[in-house]
């Protein structure tokens, strides 16, 4: 049985992805509608009413977009979420990973507790996802260290895909989380400017 607690998770916030369908813009530095914080603020702020300890993981060639938290270049570039999970198992000696993406302008908190609630009914998964309109959220989602053999063999067999590792693990150790329509909410991400004007569409009728 496998037993989280708070001091023993790492967050693992993904910032180094070249958006190029933005344009090559950087989307954690972009502005949540309706708020005075960027993507990536809002998020550290939701992170750090958790208490996590947060790693940022991103390119060699960008900047620490947030200097108060560590910062590492990804151990294997060009290989998305999967190899900065790998890489942040391999830096942070925790038991768990919370994986998130920096485009999740609504993203809260609560994700992480209904995921640790999860494991708790689930103590034998080693990956806990949430599942939103039966889309698996593969990248924020709660991963645990146990997984990092099977992740380094994936790199090494050229297998990138973070999404289609989960989909073959046992399903024994994976535990989802069916979310409300209220709560899928959360894991609407920005991936070009079309994403982003409907969310300020939706943001100014709701102010």
């Known amino acids: 049985m496998i037993t989280p607690n708070p001091i023993s998770i790492s967050a693992v916030v993904l910032v180094g992805g070249r958006a190029k369908r933005f344009g090559g813009v950087d989307k ?27 790693l940022l993981i991103g390119r060699a060639d960008q900047d620490n977009p947030a200097p108060t938290h560590p910062f590492i270049s990804d151990h294997y570039p060009n290989t998305g979420p999967l190899g900065a999970l790998t890489t942040a198992m391999e830096q942070a000696k925790t038991e768990w990973y919370f994986l998130v993406a920096c485009d999740l302008p609504t993203f809260s908190g609560t994700i992480v507790k209904r995921l640790l609630t999860l494991q708790q009914n689930n103590p034998n998964a080693t990956s806990l996802i949430p599942k939103s309109h039966e889309h698996l959220e593969v990248t924020a989602a709660l991963y645990h260290r146990s997984n990092l053999g099977d992740l380094q063999a994936e790199l090494a067999k050229g297998n990138y895909s973070l999404k289609r590792w ?15 329509d209220d709560e899928a909410k959360w894991f609407r991400n920005v991936n070009s400017p079309e994403d982003l004007q409907q969310l300020q569409e939706t943001s100014a009728k709701t102010a």
């Open 28 to 54: 954690a530095s972009l502005s949540v509608p309706g708020q005075n914080k960027t993507f990536l603020e809002h998020i550290l702020a939701e992170l750090k009413s958790l208490a996590l300890p947060v």
């Open 166 to 180: 989960v989909h073959s693990l046992d399903a024994s150790a994976v535990a989802t989380w069916n979310t409300s």
